[in-house]
């Protein structure tokens, strides 16, 4: 079956405008997880969604950044009032249970370039 | 303060060598360990598991080691080819409630034909 898809591939915005990222998991996955790849550097955890249950939002930078997972499948990343320093890649990942036992598959993630 | 250590100097070997990768995490107590292989532009792969009662690992060339004393794990590729030319990444659960990983900023390895 299809893998975690992402789109767009590539957003360059103008600083101060909002940007949503989609992320698409796999079919069947309960976990879903944002993180952020700035250039050399590893991945920053952003967001866990597990289930129907409340979202780890504690890695999110600021207010600024906000996430949604619809129906327990598709999530949507929202980063508002962008800001050079929001340049980075986003990926997004999903699992079929706990992500301690069991594989994270990831997307191809989203290029941000913030202008 | 709480992290997780990988090299950040490139690792270049000899095609047929072995790589030794290596990953270091202060304030930890992981009950599990994964190694993730990411290429130029894509998302990371998962590549093994080990778990806290593990010492070590194998799937065909690759071999990894989970010391919880020395709070370190070491990453083995026998026999090394130039497809294996990857950044790979460790990461672990941390234990605090939050469920993601949290990753190491990954070692580059270059294998030389």
């Known amino acids: 079956g299809a893998g975690v898809s992402q789109s767009p591939s590539n957003k360059v915005t103008e600083k101060g405008k909002d940007v949503e990222l989609r992320c698409d998991p796999i079919?069947?996955?309960?976990?879903l997880y944002w993180y952020r790849q700035s250039l050399g550097q590893g991945l920053e955890f952003l967001i866990y969604f597990q289930g129907n249950s409340a979202p780890d939002k504690s890695g999110l930078p600021s207010d600024r950044f906000s996430a949604e997972r619809t129906g327990g499948s598709v999530s949507t990343l929202t980063i508002q009032r962008t800001q050079q320093e929001d340049s980075a890649v986003y990926l997004c990942?999903?699992?079929?249970?706990?992500?301690?036992?069991?594989?994270?598959?990831f997307g191809p993630g989203t290029r941000l370039t913030v202008l | 303060s709480q992290k997780i250590e990988q090299n950040s100097e490139a690792l270049n070997i000899q095609e047929g060598k072995t790589a030794t990768l290596t990953c270091n995490y202060t304030n930890y107590s992981p009950a599990y360990l994964q190694w993730y292989r990411q290429d130029p532009g894509r998302g990371p792969v998962f590549l093994l598991l080990i778990r806290e009662n593990e010492k070590e690992k194998r799937k065909e060339r690759l071999k990894v080691t989970f010391d919880t004393t020395l709070k370190q794990s070491l990453f083995h590729i026998t026999a090394s080819q130039p497809a294996d030319s990857a950044t790979y990444l460790c990461?672990?659960?941390?234990?605090?409630?939050?469920?993601?990983?949290?990753f190491g900023s990954g070692t580059r390895l270059q294998v030389q034909p």
């Open positions: 990942a999903s699992s079929f249970t706990d992500p301690s036992t069991d594989t994270q598959y």
């Open positions: 079919s069947g996955h309960t976990a």
């Open positions: 990461a672990l659960d941390i234990g605090t409630g939050r469920r993601a990983l949290t």
